[in-house]
């Protein structure tokens, strides 16, 4: 059962999904996000919090448009809405505590890159969107390192 009324949620739904990122609303679509993704996948856990709405989703907004590498594809789920789905992403965060809102990126299914809710709720956009950037430049690009 969701946390918040759907109508609630569906704004800070749609921060993310106007970038092109696509709602995993199941287990199974975040299984095959990850299994049918070649190369490097963000997963962004949303949530309704305030460290969401006026760090995370901004600073993610800001990386995906400026970052010259990108991930090869980008899913969320909703903490709170979308449990089984949520939970399903996290097993994927091998070794990170559960943490809304948090940002991963997983090359071909394993975990390379894990940004919890700290490092999040403790600083401004412009510099989880700088991290995020640089991240993308080592995981994602053409010329990544790992």
Do not use: W
């Not at 940004?115 to 995981?139: K, N, V």
């Amino acid at each position: 059962m969701p946390m918040y009324p759907e109508l609630m949620v569906i704004p800070m739904r749609e921060e993310l999904t106007r970038l092109g990122i696509e709602e995993a609303l199941t287990a199974e679509a975040v299984n095959e996000a990850v299994t049918g993704t070649q190369g490097t996948l963000l997963v962004v856990v949303n949530s309704i919090c305030g460290c969401a709405a006026g760090k995370m989703r901004p600073a993610v907004r800001k990386a995906l448009t400026d970052a010259p590498a990108k991930p090869d594809k980008s899913i969320t789920v909703f903490a709170g809405q979308d449990t089984e789905a949520t939970e399903q992403a996290r097993k994927h965060f091998a070794g990170q505590a559960p943490s809304s809102p948090s940002i991963g990126i997983l090359r071909d299914g394993k975990l390379v890159y894990f940004m919890p809710r700290a490092a999040i709720e403790s600083r401004d956009a412009m510099a989880i969107a700088q991290e995020l950037q640089q991240a993308f430049a080592q995981f994602c690009g053409t010329g990544s390192k790992n």
